[in-house]
T-cell receptor, first 112, second 113 residues
Framework: EDQVTQSPEALRLQEGESSSLNCSYT??????LFWYRQDPGKGPEFLFT???AGEEKEKERLKATLTKKESFLHITAPKPEDSATYLC?????????????FGRGTSLIVHP | NAGVTQTPKFQVLKTGQSMTLQCAQD?????MYWYRQDPGMGLRLIYY???????DKGEVPNGYNVSRLNKREFSLRLESAAPSQTSVYFC????????????FGDGTRLSIL
């Protein structure tokens, strides 16, 4: 069974305190890993797609990396506006189409 | 620039009532999805439609039905609502091909008493 595990469940940081979120997965036939940001009362918003081990993507203070078993979302010098829940999803073949499986997310709070 | 639009945004039902959640996308996407999100459980796939005219069950389909009305619209129906179906429901769509991200609506918050 495909599984996606995110850690930690919750993370509190001071503004400027860099850290990393983890997404580990066991999926047969991986065809992409996605990171999303979700603000309270809103739907998830797409951040990055990673496809192959060693790949990296960056956007402002966020950097996503991928290995064969896990992905990291590095947050450099975070600001309070980075507070959100970050979701990881892996896309695998489901016998007819590619279906994403989501992790439970990491809730990030950045204090000023 | 609407993206994915869900209606209604909020709904309260009594046990046993039925209702349909509506979803429409204006991005010409082939694939559409329905998820539920519960505290501590993450996003769980209810049903999906890989293309117009097809629908398939996801992880938690029991108690739900779907209709892919056309390429733009994908509805979710609760025939006889139960308190266990109290949740936030999200609709999403994605384009054709590998590594296409999903675009989500802002959800329907459904309470069943």
């Amino acid at each position: 069974e495909d599984q996606v595990t995110q850690s930690p469940e919750a993370l509190r940081l001071q503004e400027g305190e860099s850290s990393s979120l983890n997404c580990s997965y066991t999926v047969s036939g991986l065809r992409g890993l996605f990171w999303y940001r979700q603000d309270p009362g809103k739907g998830p918003e797409f951040l990055f797609t990673l496809y192959s081990a060693g790949e990296e993507k960056e956007k402002e203070r966020l950097k996503a990396t991928l290995t064969k078993k896990e992905s990291f979302l590095h947050i450099t010098a975070p600001k309070p506006e980075d507070s959100a829940t970050y979701l990881c999803a892996v896309q695998a073949w489901a016998g007819g189409s590619y279906i994403p499986t989501f992790g439970r997310g990491t809730s990030l709070i950045v204090h000023p | 620039n609407a993206g994915v639009t869900q209606t209604p945004k909020f709904q309260v039902l009594k046990t046993g009532q039925s209702m349909t959640l509506q979803c429409a996308q204006d991005m010409n996407h082939n694939s559409m999805y329905w998820y539920r999100q519960d505290p501590g459980m993450g996003l769980r796939l209810i049903y999906y439609s890989a293309s117009e005219g097809t629908t398939d069950k996801g992880e938690v389909p029991n108690g739900y039905n779907v209709s892919r009305l056309n390429k733009r619209e994908f509805s979710l129906r609760l025939e006889s609502a139960a308190p266990s179906q109290t949740s936030v429901y999200f609709c999403a769509s994605s384009g054709v091909g590998l590594n296409q991200p999903q675009h989500f609506g802002d959800g329907t918050r459904l309470s069943i008493l």
